[in-house]
């Protein structure tokens, strides 16, 4: 029986998230990245007029719902999801349906100083495509600035996944990688016996 990883990233915006997730799924073999960003970039740009107004972007959520289970029931990847993924109950949902599916999961939390985020904000190339009810960048750091400052979220613990990692500085997204590839190899030697 093959064991698979999913990895999460948490973090907020412009600290490195879809950059890690792209060179992961560079040298993770048989492995996906599955960014939320290209599916409401997508939305916006061919279904504006499904997108609600206000809450949660439904649509969104259920494309990416729909790649995540593609994934899971017909192949044999691992895989990368790349959002933000601050709220901590939603986590913790998450990964425990990937757990009873068999899954070992690890979470990256990717922890950059504000001041950092506010320089490669103003310096970004990204498109703002993205966004359903923000102006900018600027904004959505903003609202998750707020929700760091009233408690809404929380930072990862040890006890939501398998195995977590903190990224401080992008200097150490390389030695995190290498350590990821270290588990994926360590489940490939282990033996899980014939399927029942």
Do not use: W
């Amino acid at each position: 029986m093959l064991k698979r990883l999913v990895i999460m990233t948490v973090g907020k915006t412009h600290s490195g998230k879809s950059t890690f997730a792209k060179e992961l799924e560079q040298q993770l073999h048989d492995s996906i990245a599955i960014d939320q960003d290209n599916h409401a970039e997508f939305v916006n740009t061919y279904y504006k007029t499904l997108r609600t107004k206000q809450g949660p972007n439904n649509l969104k959520f259920a494309i990416t719902r729909t790649i995540v289970d593609y994934a899971v029931n017909h192949t044999d990847v691992h895989l990368i999801l790349c959002n933000s993924n601050r709220g901590r109950q939603g986590r913790i949902e998450t990964l425990r349906q990937f757990h009873m599916q068999g899954f070992t999961s690890i979470l990256v939390n990717f922890d950059i100083p504000d001041c950092i985020l506010k320089e490669r904000i103003a310096t970004s190339q990204r498109l703002k495509t993205i966004f359903r009810t923000a102006s900018g960048f600027e904004e959505v750091l903003s609202r998750q600035q707020a929700e760091t400052n009233k408690g809404d979220v929380k930072s990862p613990t040890e006890d939501e996944a398998d195995y977590l990692f903190v990224i401080n500085d992008n200097n150490e997204v390389l030695s995190i990688i290498r350590k990821i590839i270290d588990i994926s190899q360590s489940l490939r030697d282990v033996d899980f016996g014939p399927l029942a």
